[in-house]
């Protein structure tokens, strides 16, 4: 019997460029319905806690559907669903709610570029008056409250008579995913007590999530798999990423006469994508003073660097728009084909690692949970 782990997911934000984490999470979600011969396997069934910023917050949320129609099934949707957000809404996401690009009176008022009008209805059709308390497993979202100036954790575990917070799925989504100056700030009312919140995306704080999530198990007691406030050595993390780029700035050298267009234009991008590799050393070095036994029991999955990051001296031929918003038909193929290289590259063997079908063999054999 193997000793019981968490298991973790942590999801990158990074906008259109979810369709990354969403063509990893369908290889994985295929994998395990291959290596267990259960056509009814879902990713909801083989990971314990759930956490997510921005785009891939959206991405916890619809793995985690219940399926009120069979109950065989767990999830209302398989991951290849939650791809076809981003392939089949994408352009309705950003193309379609493109605002005018003229810098003049209007983005004195409103400087966002584009429209969250089409974002909010297909996060309605999609989770309905879903609550968030009623997702499948512990789900963590990350959101900034810019009333009170601070970070913000919805937690699925939070009910009535703790934190006195409720909120439909449909509103914590659009706080995670309120990018400044890509969408305005979410508006919503926590139901427990009428309470208003203006919200921005996570990733002002947390655009990779993993260290929220490892600090979330930590406090938490996981009673059903009788895990309380588990170490490290209690974990599988798997962590993947958006395939962020290099922040290209336009004529950076003279940035110490930027004006505050040019600021507001590169602040988002510095902000969103500077955490990234920093908290991927963070975890990795966690994880690695576990010794043998328990230091695989991280992995990172991203688009390799060596086609994010140009060499030094050669041209840059960057193999998809790292844009956030670039919902085109060409940037989304890109992006697909950038998804099953992460795949390709995390089934390497690199410095001893696991690969990626190492990792979700070691999932499986935590068995499937309710």
Not at 309 to 320: A, D, V
Request: charged fraction near 25%.
């Amino acid at each position: 019997m193997n000793q019981s782990k968490l298991r973790i997911l942590s999801l990158d934000g990074g906008g259109i460029r979810g369709i990354v984490p969403a063509t990893v999470l369908q290889y994985v979600e295929e994998k395990i319905i291959e290596k267990t011969k259960n056509p009814n396997a879902r990713l909801a069934d083989y990971f314990d806690l759930l956490v997510g910023t921005s785009t891939g917050g959206i991405l916890a949320c619809y793995c985690l559907i219940p399926n009120e129609e069979n109950e065989a099934i767990s999830s209302k949707y398989k991951a290849e669903d939650a791809l076809k957000i981003y392939t089949e809404k994408g352009n309705e996401i950003f193309n379609q709610a493109k605002r005018s690009s003229w810098f003049g009176i209007r983005q004195v008022f409103n400087a966002t570029r584009y429209s969250a009008g089409n974002l909010e209805a297909i996060f309605y059709s999609t989770f309905g008056d879903l609550k968030y308390h009623e997702l499948l497993k512990p789900c963590v979202l990350t959101s900034y409250n810019m009333l009170n100036g601070k970070a913000v954790f919805f937690n699925t575990r939070e009910r009535l008579g703790t934190k006195n917070r409720a909120f439909y799925v449909r509103d914590v989504v659009r706080s995670t995913s309120a990018a400044p100056t890509y969408f305005s700030p979410a508006e919503i009312t926590n139901m427990a007590t009428n309470e208003k919140m203006i919200n921005l995306d996570g990733g002002v704080f947390a655009n990779n999530p993993s260290m929220c999530a490892y600090a979330e198990a930590r406090k938490t007691n996981f009673e059903r798999l009788g895990l309380n406030c588990p170490k490290a050595k209690d974990m599988l993390l798997l962590s993947i990423g958006t395939g962020s780029m290099p922040i290209d700035l336009k004529r950076e050298k003279k940035s110490r006469r930027w004006g505050i267009i040019n600021w507001a234009k590169a602040v988002p991008k510095i902000m969103m994508d500077g955490d990234l590799d920093t908290v991927n050393y963070q975890m990795g070095m966690i994880f690695k003073s576990l010794g043998n036994k328990h230091q695989k029991n991280y992995k990172r999955v991203d688009v390799p660097e060596f086609l994010r990051f140009p060499k030094e001296g050669e041209k840059f031929n960057p193999p998809y728009d790292a844009d956030m918003s670039n919902a085109s038909a060409k940037n989304i193929s890109a992006l697909q084909r950038a998804g099953e290289q992460a795949i390709e590259y995390a089934n390497k063997t690199k410095n001893n690692e696991y690969t990626l079908d190492d990792f979700i063999d070691k999932l499986i054999a935590q068995g499937k949970k309710e």
